[in-house]
């Protein structure tokens, strides 16, 4: 056979340097956004069980965590908030005092470049633990925005860089944009969970962030994982709305949706990389059973090929320093 018959692509990866200059994906350590858990209290930095190596701080122990973040070269953060008090309505998250308004003043004042993300939800601060208002069992979305949008507009006011709402109720995007707009934060963008499915792989953050439901579930507002096309709703109506980037959520069962929203949206696609995609490979490493380091950098580069400009990881750190070390 010669070179009329058959193509030789193993010419491209004949030497590692040849495989560098070829090679369509890198990952940067901009590219991420680490999560941070904060909770109320002093004193506290307690080790998530279901996720090795992931913390809850108080405030008086976060300076360590974020200086990390900074010495590594990762640009943003997302905030969690873990708050001591719950009730009916969320209060706490929409206090000027609440966990996450704190956080955020505390870690501006000291790091006024880091751009600080607020998760904008109720689930953590709602006794229930439901995104949004309960009324006999039912989740009740109109009630819910304005409640979301007084959260958003404090998150602001504590000085906040991007507003991340995660609550899927219908009409949020608008709700915050106008309560920002109103509140004079047009320049505060919002980076809406655009398409995010109610999935399994949650779990270990509802233990992190004390969020399960106490009943029911999140399906009548998160998405079906079986479903494109209402993907591609959701994520058209954000865009509408007024969102500035869109995320798709969770990313490694879902880097066909990945793909698809950054082929029809001219925004940056964040891939959220969740809590159960994280545990399932420390808990593998742990057992020895695979290559954390390589397994990792693969994944994150597989949801950059399928198209996010950024991914929310709680590898950020991990892969600061792997890259590095390169
Ligand atoms: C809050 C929220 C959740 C996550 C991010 N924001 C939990 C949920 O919707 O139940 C999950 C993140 C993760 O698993 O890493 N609404």
């Known amino acids: 056979m ?3 018959q058959f193509r030789r692509h193993r010419r491209l990866r004949r030497t590692a340097s040849m495989r560098k200059i070829v090679r369509e994906t890198y990952l940067h350590k901009e ?6 858990f904060v909770k ?7 080790e998530v069980p279901s996720m090795p190596g992931v913390y809850q701080w108080s405030l008086d122990r976060l300076e360590d965590e974020v200086n990390d973040v900074v ?9 969690f908030g873990v708050p001591a008090e719950k009730d009916e309505v969320g209060s706490s998250a929409y206090d000027h005092n609440g966990i996450v308004q704190q956080a ?3 870690i501006k004042e000291k790091h006024p470049e880091l751009t600080v993300i607020a998760d904008t939800c ?11 208002v309960v009324h006999d069992g039912e989740i009740i979305n109109d009630e819910s925005l304005s409640l979301l949008a007084k959260t958003a507009v404090s998150q602001a006011e504590a000085g906040a860089d991007i507003i991340a709402p995660s609550n899927m109720m219908d009409g949020f995007v608008a709700a915050i944009r106008q309560g920002l707009d109103e509140a004079g934060f047009e320049n505060i963008p919002i980076m809406s969970y655009a398409v995010k499915y109610a999935s399994a792989f949650y779990g270990p953050f509802r233990d992190a962030a004390h969020s399960s439901p106490k009943s029911g579930d999140r399906k009548t507002y998160q998405m079906d994982p079986a479903n494109r096309l209402e993907a591609l709703r959701e994520a058209q109506s954000d865009v509408d709305e007024g969102a500035d980037f869109l995320i798709v959520k969770p990313a490694l069962s879902y880097l066909d949706i990945i793909r698809d929203v950054k082929e029809r949206h ?3 696609i964040v891939a959220y990389n969740v809590s ?21 950098l693969e994944k994150l580069t597989s949801m950059k090929r399928a198209g996010a400009d950024l991914i929310l990881t709680y590898f950020a750190k991990d892969v600061a320093k792997w890259l590095e070390e390169k």
């Not at 109320?40 to 307690?46: A, D, L, Q, S």
């Not at 010495?71 to 905030?79: A, Y």
């Not at 109720?122 to 949004?132: M, P, R, S």
């Open 2 to 4: 010669n070179e009329q």
């Open 31 to 36: 590219d991420f956004i680490y999560p941070i």
């Open 40 to 46: 109320e209290g002093t004193n506290i930095k307690n």
């Open 71 to 79: 010495r590594l070269g990762i640009e943003s953060i997302i905030l």
């Open 104 to 106: 955020t003043r505390q």
């Open 122 to 132: 109720l689930c953590q601060f709602t006794d229930h633990g439901h995104c949004g």
């Open 266 to 268: 001219p925004y940056p």
């Open 276 to 296: 159960g995609e994280y545990s399932m490979i420390k808990g593998a490493a742990q057992n020895g059973w695979i290559n954390e380091k390589e397994v990792v």
